[in-house]
Every structure is written in C-alpha cells, then in structure tokens.
T-cell receptor, first 114, second 111 residues
C-alpha cells in the first residue's frame, strides 16, 4: 500500500512555463484534493474532486487547472507559472463519507518559479 | 467567516515537560475537527478526528479534546521524537470536502 504518491518531488520552472503535477492514491478513496503550503499561511485548498468526474474550486484556484483522470488519479496543471506560485504542493485523498472524513497526504512537490 | 487559529506558533519544551497546544475555531456548524502531525519536508500525517464537544482521543503521549469553541492537544512527558509541527483542521456541516486548516504549532522537545 503506497498510500498517496506525487510526482515530481522537486521542480524549478521559469516564469511562463507550464507543468503538470501528478497524484495517485491506492486507497479507493472517493475524494481527492490539491493544497499549497506557504510559510505562516497553513494549507490552502486549490481544487478538490468529490468523486470521479467532478471537480470544484477551493480557496485559491486562480492560475491552476485540474483533471480527475479516474478514481485513482488527480492532476494539477499550471498553464503559465508565476513566481507567486512558488510553494510546496500537497495532494490528499479521503473516503469523504460519514464513515471516514480524514485526509491522507502525499509527500509533496516543492516548486520554485524564477 | 469560518476560521481556525492555533496557538502558540512555536513551543519549546524540555523532555518530560507536559504541555498543551490550542486550536480555536469559528465555524457555522462543525462536522469534525482533525489533528495532524507534520515532520519537516513531509506531508501531514493524520492523528485524530473529534466530532462532538466532550469527546477525547488518545494515542501514546498525545490526547486530543474538544469543546464547542476549541480543541486541545495535550502532550504528556514528551520525547524529542515528538518534535514536529502540529496542524488542526475543521470540516463544516455544509461542505464535507472543504477543510479549513490552522497555520500550525511548531513543537521542539529538547533532550
């Protein structure tokens, strides 16, 4: 059981470049999430997917797009990277039902935009 | 506005010196409150879920409690390996996919 996996672990981009962060979970969870974590600001929700085929905006969606490819995979795309998107990005998943709401996080992607 | 505040921002303890971390919340309706541990360079690791005032959960040296306005994470006789950042998050009744996180308490336990 790998849990939640993310690729890549580290990435450096130049302003204006694009990239896709990949996330996969093997816990058969319904819900998946993308967060960014900046010093002193805690975790902020970018987008989430409550089930396969659905996506919704979180607190800070501007500059990002997502795709829920199937139940296991949820990707985050930066179309035109900006220095303000320098951050650590975490993917998470949860069952998202009355049985279990807690989230399980991946190891993170450390992104620097120069 | 739904809000979560954690205090203190940082806490230094000697090994064996018990203390508590605070998570206060203002939400329109609480579905659950969650505690996570985060080690440097890693993703948050789930610790506890609390659903109603008066509920308590324990795991080794950690005990989480919940009231109608705040939660405490009590650390009894901490060890250096308890050093980490502790995050709390709340989930409201109105959207069971939007978690609101506090900015965390960084705990440092000295031997």
């Amino acid at each position: 059981n790998a849990g939640v996996t993310q690729t890549p672990k580290f990435q450096v981009l130049k302003t204006g470049q694009s990239m896709t962060l990949q996330c996969a979970q093997d816990m058969n969870h319904n819900s998946m999430y993308w967060y960014r974590q900046d010093p002193g600001m805690g975790l902020r929700l970018i987008y989430y997917s409550a089930s396969e085929g659905t996506t919704d905006k979180g607190e800070v969606p501007n500059g990002y797009n997502v795709s829920r490819l199937n139940k296991r995979e949820f990707s985050l795309r930066l179309e035109s990277a900006a220095p303000s998107q320098t951050s650590v990005y975490f993917c998470a998943s949860s069952d998202g039902t009355v049985l279990s709401y807690e989230q399980y996080f991946g190891p993170g992607t450390r992104l620097t935009v120069t | 506005e739904d809000q979560v505040t954690q205090s203190p921002e940082a806490l230094r303890l000697q090994e064996g010196e018990s203390s508590s971390l605070n998570c206060s919340y203002t939400v329109s309706g609480l579905r659950g409150l969650f505690w996570y541990r985060q080690d440097p360079g890693k993703g948050p690791e789930f610790l506890f879920t609390l659903y109603s005032a008066g509920e308590e959960k324990e795991k080794e040296r950690l005990k989480a409690t919940l009231t109608k306005k705040e939660s405490f994470l009590h650390i009894t006789a901490p060890k250096p390996e308890d050093s980490a950042t502790y995050l709390c998050a709340v989930l409201t009744l109105y959207n069971f996919n939007k978690f609101y996180f506090g900015s965390g308490t960084k705990l440092n336990v000295k031997p």
